[in-house]
């Protein structure tokens, strides 16, 4: 039996290599959230398989902002994986604009909320309801239309963490939904007595999960006794008032600003050379937990529609022939 032309095999193998689209991992949450990536990056290898072939290694996720009162915008084309988002006009967890630093939800800014790493599990019930009439003397019931309904959408899925940037990602996930269960009471920013927020579910294209406003009903984050778990560091950065007197001399007085982690403006300068004045400064804590690297999130939500979308858009026809997406120029939509 002859033996293998090794050579010729090195120079099919050399040219493959040099002409397959591969990309390596960016190291983005992105990648992170590619569970083939992940563990590519981590053993140090580029990202092998079919991906090459399909024409766009990294697809268009759309995640850029909506018309207003449209929500959180609407998913890509190319962008079929399932996610939780608040509304693009919120103010509140990731999208609070006052949060421009280093905070637990930071990791949700870049995919606009929660996605699942692995395509989850998701059920969903279409209900009509009847009224039965007990006829007398009859073989058979009389039925009488109520109403339909979409019953509670249940999500779950898994999620693993092989690094730190993982384990930052659930915990972001895990505060946010714990978040997102709650209602304003308490101590806020104007906003005490509002109900959770409304969140919007998108998956699987423009037509499954339309951009479908909904609200959780239930969150459980299932953590195993047979997984390893994992130390994650978790760094929170506030700004506090302080009342500051730096020296008078501008360098002594930007060098002192600096050392004590307070914000230097040009007019905190100015005043300061009139006495103390009031300033902001930066406090950073670190500190750590434990998450499994194998763990189950599992959401409910149920669809909500206003009354007035529902007076101005639901049109069955047009339900029926998958017209009633979400819609930047008509406002609200998102049927199911």
């Known amino acids: 039996m002859a033996l ?20 390596k991992s960016s190291g983005t949450v992105f990648d992170l959230l590619n569970p083939a990536n992940a563990r590519r990056s981590k053993a140090g290898f580029p990202g092998l398989g079919g991906i090459g072939g399909l024409g766009k290694v990294m697809p ?22 399932v996610r939780l988002s608040l509304a693009d006009g919120a103010n509140i967890f990731y999208k609070d604009p006052s949060v421009n630093f280093n905070t637990i939800m930071t990791p949700l800014i870049e995919t606009n ?15 009509a309801n009847y009224s039965t009439a007990v006829l007398t003397h009859s073989n058979y019931s009389a039925h009488f239309y109520n ?115 307070i914000e230097n403006t040009p007019s905190l300068l100015r005043s300061n050379r009139k006495g103390a004045t009031q300033s902001q400064k930066y406090t950073t804590i670190t500190s750590t937990t434990r998450v499994p690297t194998a763990s189950t999130v599992s959401v409910t939500v149920r669809p909500v529609y206003s009354r007035q979308n529902l007076h101005d858009r639901f049109n069955l026809s047009d339900f029926a022939q998958g017209k009633l997406i979400a819609d930047k120029n008509k406002g609200f939509g998102g049927f199911l």
Not at 229 to 237: E, K, S
Request: hydrophobic letters at 35%; aromatic letters at 12%; one cysteine or more.
């Open 4 to 23: 293998p032309n090794f050579s010729q095999i090195a120079k099919t193998v050399t040219n493959f290599a040099q002409t397959s689209s591969v990309q």
């Open 60 to 81: 268009n996720f759309g995640f850029g902002k909506g018309s207003p009162g449209l929500g959180a915008s609407a998913a890509g084309e190319d962008d079929w994986r």
């Open 113 to 127: 909320g929660v996605i699942w790493p692995y395509t989850p599990s998701i059920q969903v019930s279409h209900v």
């Open 147 to 261: 109403n339909s309904d979409v019953s509670d959408i249940t999500i779950s899925g898994e999620f693993t963490v092989q690094s730190q940037e993982e384990g930052q990602y659930l915990m972001a996930v895990v505060y946010f939904l714990r978040s997102a269960t709650k209602m304003f009471f308490g101590q806020g920013k104007g906003l005490v007595g509002n109900p959770p927020p409304i969140l919007f579910l998108d998956g699987y294209g423009s037509h499954y999960f339309p951009h479908v406003p909904c609200v959780i009903t239930n969150f459980t984050h299932n953590l195993s006794n047979d997984v390893d778990y994992v130390q994650v560091p978790i760094t929170q950065t506030s700004l506090e008032d302080v009342t500051i007197n730096a020296p008078d001399n501008p360098n002594g007085a930007v060098s002192f600003l600096e050392n004590n982690g």
